[in-house]
């Protein structure tokens, strides 16, 4: 799967189902992209389990660029996955969106109120 967008969040898949199980094998996933929060996916799931997958340039404009979710009883697996990043980052334009407090490079993972 390869170019998708969101103008806000979840660039791939804005779920809302705490029951849902997201089970992904082999897949390549590619340039996806959230204007504010989780690049590949924004909401609650109840679990998210990856094998033997690509994720290669999954952003976010703000934070969680892979997956942000708020539910206190996630279950993720993530094994033998390759993880590319951009393979030319800018330092300057990184420590400089740091120093300005208010960064734009966000954070791969944002899982909050996990136990």
């Not at 705490?18 to 989780?38: D, E, F, Q, S």
Request: with cysteine.
């Amino acid at each position: 799967m390869a170019y998708f967008e969101s103008v806000i969040n979840g660039g791939f898949l804005y779920a809302g189902n705490p029951a849902m199980t997201l089970v992904t094998n082999g897949c390549k996933w590619n340039h996806l992209r959230a204007g504010n929060i989780g690049g590949f996916m924004y909401g609650n799931v109840a679990s998210m389990d990856m094998s033997n997958c690509d994720l290669t340039n999954i952003t976010a404009g703000a934070g969680g660029s892979f997956m942000q979710t708020t539910l206190n009883t996630f279950d993720f697996k993530l094994s033998t996955c390759n993880v590319n990043c951009n393979p030319t980052p800018n330092p300057a334009a990184i420590a400089a969106s740091i120093t300005s407090n208010t960064p734009n490079t966000g954070s791969f993972f944002d899982i909050a109120s996990a136990s």
